[in-house]
């Protein structure tokens, strides 16, 4: 039998309900809604853009349609869930009501990659636009041997690293000013993505669609996959389900009205472009948007605004992603599955100040130095695998927990969950073997250390000072 926590006890071990475990609640819908487009809009649209329309060609559009479905339909499963289960570990926290203490850290493990891999592939991206930027004020740009790593020829990425160290220094101050800090940047993105849209439909040419689909089906497949980076992050809502005002009515709002936005701004994003110079001159092309602008307009003034844009983009990803991370790894640290060093709480800034210090060091370093290409789809393909789970947990705890309060239910249950488990392994098997047999690999290294640090050290297992074992045998009886 799964060693299971209920949803009850996770409640109550949180004080999700209460003032939280020693978190403060400061942060209202608006701050919620912000902070989700902060987490979901930046290197996937600004640089990602381009990878995606090498795939699809002006059919990207499609592309990004379908990454949006396949969302939304675990996004939908999330917002049951936060609703329910308002506590800081999101998906973690949600297969172990659902699934068992098992699931629960493989998940956990894989969000250390997803949020690893996007923080420190965000934060080169961010570094790109910098160049860009400086270019377009001054001429000049960093060294090449300051601006990438070794696998991209330089020797260390130092802008990536500056933005993390940034970052860091922001969640340490308190969850206040991050979601401030947050919001403005939110807001600045926002408008930056709306002019370019102006711009780039006021060049549009229905000539430049043509060819649609160029590489067919399979094209939309691929573009598919490429796409759905640019939405990974809205899952981070969730974890600030200690941390929101009011989270059961909140947290299922923040999420379905982020999906809907973003949606719908990254295919106006997609066709503007595609619009004004046609599908071959975006894809492939670094700092893709700010290109289209200097082309439209004809100077580098619209691009370097674009830039601008880019950079107080990617910088606010970084800062949302990396406060996800801390929290599902507080959660974790409090499930006495990883060492208690990240559960702790500052009485002073209300943060896991340790921890968000240890998570930025950890994913600065291959920021700076590794190329991250090589575990991108890794990355893609561990995400599919936490919300295929979500989607499960539905399931599991609409049988087991019927009486629980749901401040949102699923629609069209179980059909939604069923295709949202669908549409991720669709878009798994897009990935290819040798990503699989990657994936294989992680996840058996992360079986490897529940079995000898986690299993063993399990709040669950020992608050009763019984061994595992036993603990299994007990919560079997019950």
């Not at 609703?83 to 850290?105: N, R």
């Not at 439209?296 to 800062?319: P, R």
């Not at 240890?358 to 290409?373: H, K, Q």
């Not at 393909?381 to 399931?395: E, F, R």
């Amino acid at each position: 039998m799964p060693r299971i926590k209920s949803p009850h006890l996770l409640l109550a071990e949180s004080g999700a309900d209460r003032a939280g475990h020693g978190l403060r609640r400061t942060m209202g819908l608006f701050q919620l809604i912000c902070f989700g487009i902060g987490a979901i809009v930046g290197t996937g649209i600004f640089v990602g853009l381009s990878d995606s329309v090498a795939q699809a060609g002006p059919a990207v559009v499609v592309s990004f349609i379908l990454a949006a479905v396949t969302c939304v339909f675990t996004a939908l499963s999330f917002a049951e869930l936060g609703g329910a289960i308002p506590v800081s570990g999101s998906s973690y926290s949600f297969a172990y009501a659902g699934l068992g203490e098992t699931t629960a850290f493989l998940v956990g493990w894989c969000l250390l990659l997803e949020y690893g891999v996007s923080i420190s592939a965000v934060a080169v991206g961010w570094s790109q636009y910098v160049n860009e930027l400086l270019h377009s004020l001054t001429g000049l740009q960093l060294p090449h041997a300051l601006s990438a790593g070794p696998g991209d020829g330089g020797i260390v990425n130092l802008p990536a690293v500056i933005v993390i160290a940034m970052a860091a220094v922001l969640l340490v101050r308190g969850v206040r000013e991050s979601a401030r800090a947050t919001a403005a940047m939110a807001a600045v993105k926002l408008a930056i993505l709306l002019a370019f849209c102006a711009i780039g439909f006021s060049a549009f040419k229905d000539g430049n669609l043509v060819p649609f689909s160029p590489a067919g089906l399979g094209g939309i497949g691929a573009g598919t996959t490429a796409a759905f980076f640019s939405y990974i992050g809205f899952d981070a809502i969730t974890t600030a389900g200690e941390e929101a005002k009011n989270p059961r009515r909140d947290i299922p709002v923040a999420i379905l009205v982020c999906m809907g936005v973003v949606t719908l701004l990254y295919c106006a994003v997609a066709l503007a472009a595609i619009g004004a110079i046609g599908g071959g001159q975006v894809a492939g092309r670094p700092a893709a948007l700010s290109y289209v602008v200097n082309r439209v307009t004809g100077s580098t003034v619209g691009g370097g605004v674009i830039a601008f844009g880019a950079v107080v983009a990617i910088a606010s990803v970084v800062l949302a992603v990396m406060y996800g991370q801390t929290r599902i790894l507080m959660s974790m640290s409090r499930d006495g599955l990883i060492p208690r060093v990240f559960e702790k709480v500052s009485p002073v800034t209300a943060t896991p100040v340790a921890g968000t210090l240890i998570v930025a060091a950890v994913f600065a370093l291959p920021a700076a130095f590794a190329s991250l290409d090589a575990v991108m789809n890794l990355c893609t393909v561990g995400t599919l695998a936490i919300m295929a789970v979500v989607n499960i947990a539905v399931l599991a705890l609409r049988r087991r927990e019927p009486a629980l309060a749901r401040t949102f239910r699923v629609p069209l249950y179980p059909v939604v969950p069923l295709l949202g488990v669908g549409f991720c392994l669709y878009l798994m098997y897009e990935t290819g073997w040798a990503t699989w047999l990657q994936f294989a690999v992680f996840l058996a290294v992360g079986l490897l250390v529940y079995l000898g640090y986690g299993r063993r050290n399990s709040t669950l297992a020992t608050a009763a000072g019984v061994t595992p074992d036993a603990t299994d045998a007990v919560l079997q009886e019950a």
